[in-house]
């Protein structure tokens, strides 16, 4: 097992390089492939109506007319130990972790993600749970039900969830739940050690609504993976040695189901840890999404670089994780890994 695990983590380090160099070539090498000159590069990084002066120390504050080699070695040194950026004889100190330094709003990137961290995750545990537990629950009874009306309806919900996008789904939840019907107050993040009744209630609509589009997908996989294990012979013989059923279909039925579950549950909330983007700016919630969303607008390309760079990192841990909770599910990956 601790071989497994060595293994696991030791891939899990060797993808992060690999997603922090394939970053850094998409923001710093392909606008060059595609024939942008440092100044243009520099341009983009300056923001709008910028003057030569400030493009002119913009190449010089990120080494862009140095060899390529030196620019990716100055954003990995940035990141392990921070950076320091000369304006105009005034330096201003990048701290370590650097993810990127804003020169349009003169603010760290990885200290303002940190402050929207808790927003931003508020909503991947709330709506996560929700769409797991309402998934499988689903599925599973859809399976033991086939055919039945409980089935048909459930299986037509899913459908739409699957089809309907979060920004369409959100708005129509705002005009009706909120502001016709009145059945729920305007979502506001309010902190958990605050107020936790008052953070429940206010990120209920948005975890509805983003839990809406993953259970959908979540109870139609459980149903397929059910109804091919309940038709295995070990089914039949579990039942003929007089288990009861509902042991029959929670331990020996669904249990083999959960490996894709739990495949798709990791990367799911990895994506959403790294900003629920549509959702936080539906609802006007200031997370991770809504910030990286304001950042493309302004086109404030370091607070982008670094948003991708922590979303990448939730991803490679939710997606290290799942690899060690199929060693949980079924042991034979540990000898197979």
């Not at 009145?182 to 990120?203: G, I, M, Q």
């Amino acid at each position: 097992m601790v071989t497994y695990l060595l293994r696991r983590l030791g891939a899990g380090v060797l993808l992060l390089a690999i997603v922090t160099l394939v970053t850094f070539l998409i923001f710093y090498v392909v606008p060059r492939m595609a024939g942008q000159t440092v100044q243009q590069l520099a341009t983009m990084y300056v923001g709008k109506a910028p003057t030569e002066e400030a493009i002119q120390a913009t190449i010089d504050r990120l080494n862009l007319d140095q060899p390529i080699a030196l620019q990716f070695w100055e954003f990995i040194k940035g990141i392990f130990v921070g950076a320091t950026y000369n304006f105009g004889g005034r330096e201003v100190v990048c701290s370590a972790p650097c993810f990127g330094y804003s020169f349009q709003n003169y603010t760290e990137v990885f200290p303002e993600i940190v402050a929207r961290l808790p927003v931003t995750f508020s909503m991947a545990i709330g709506a996560g749970v929700i769409w797991l537990v309402g998934g499988v629950s689903v599925g599973v009874i859809s399976a033991i039900k086939k055919g039945s009306v409980f089935d048909r309806v459930s299986m037509g919900l899913a459908l739409a969830g699957v089809s309907l996008p979060v920004f369409f789904t959100g708005l129509l939840s705002l005009a009706f739940l909120v502001h016709s019907w009145e059945l729920f107050d305007t979502p506001r993040y309010t902190p958990f050690f605050e107020d936790p009744v008052a953070w429940a209630t206010a990120l209920f609509l948005p975890w509805i609504t983003l839990a809406f589009l993953h259970a959908a997908q979540y109870a139609r996989q459980t149903r397929a993976g059910m109804l091919e294990t309940m038709g295995e012979d070990y089914i039949r013989t579990a039942r003929a040695k007089g288990l009861p059923e509902w042991k029959v279909i929670l331990k020996h039925g669904l249990r083999p189901t959960l490996t894709p579950i739990v495949t798709i549950f990791g990367l799911d909330l990895g994506l959403v840890l790294g900003g629920a983007v549509l959702t936080e700016t539906v609802f006007s919630l200031n997370g991770i999404g809504r910030y990286a969303v304001q950042a493309i607008i302004s086109q404030d390309l370091p607070v982008i670089l670094g948003v991708t760079l922590f979303g990448a990192f939730f991803v490679v841990v939710a997606n290290l994780i799942v690899d060690l909770l199929y060693a949980w599910v079924d042991p034979r990956v540990r000898v197979a890994g």
